[in-house]
């Protein structure tokens, strides 16, 4: 399944018109109470992102590294895009780091030749569709997104936990979000701890485990009081 030209024209002169209004700001990216570091905190809380690889969906400005600098060294970042004007003010932001670049496209039609360790995408997937499902769109960007990463994901979404919605929102149902994701593996994190309508998933590719020891290994591995075999 692709982003349908109807859907990705909606979406694209939507974001146009806001950065033409807002310019470089939260606003253009339709945030209007500005908690994106709050969601970007949130989304790196997870991995430790040192010396590895990231692709970021719907990058927007780039404005992830603004946090995963503060978090990580020597990382090397990828953000991909459909806005022009988002990718063209990235680029000029960032010009001088060299392990952050930018790519103008739509992601389940790009190949990618290269593995990343880990993909996040934040407020990607916050629109309706025209003729399209929702579902079925996220099922296959988690598909390609777990057949590209060595590690795991991590994508934001707003929750219909909700008191209120706004017509060109998709809310989304947090059950059938995990649903789609133990597709794909057991080692999974949801995280609704920080904003009382929006929700943060996490899907590991390692979930494996020794049957007589059902503790997952990379948990295992990663906590010293976890690394002897105890029952």
Not at 52 to 79: E, Q, T, V, W
Not at 110 to 127: H, L, P, Q, R, V
Not at 176 to 191: D, F, G, Q, T
Request: glycine share 4%; proline share 2%.
């Amino acid at each position: 399944m692709l982003l349908n030209d109807i859907s990705k024209e909606q979406i694209v002169n939507a974001h146009k018109d806001r950065f033409k209004q807002y310019g470089y700001s939260p606003k253009s990216l339709f945030w209007d109470k500005n908690r994106q570091n709050i969601r970007f905190d949130v989304l790196t809380s997870n991995y430790d992102f040192s010396n590895k690889k990231i692709l970021d969906i719907g990058c927007g400005f780039g404005d992830l590294n603004n946090i995963l600098s503060l978090k990580a060294d020597r990382y090397i970042y990828m953000g991909i895009d459909i806005v022009e004007d988002f990718i063209a003010y990235a680029q000029d932001k960032f010009k001088n780091e060299e392990n952050i670049s930018f790519k103008l496209g739509d992601f389940l039609s790009e190949k990618f030749i290269a593995n990343y360790d880990y993909i996040i995408a934040s407020g990607t997937f916050n629109y309706k569709l025209k003729n399209m499902d929702n579902y079925d769109y996220i099922e296959a960007i988690i598909n390609k997104s777990f057949n590209t990463c060595n590690s795991g994901i991590a994508f934001d979404f707003l929750s219909d936990k909700v008191d209120y919605k706004y017509d060109f929102n998709f809310y989304y149902s947090p059950e059938k979000i995990l649903s789609i994701a133990y597709k794909y593996s057991k080692n999974i994190v949801l995280r609704n701890d920080y904003m009382p309508f929006e929700f943060s998933l996490f899907i590991n590719k390692d979930d494996s485990f020794k049957k007589e020891y059902p503790i997952f290994n990379e948990y295992r591995h990663s906590h010293s009081i976890y690394k002897k075999e105890m029952y």
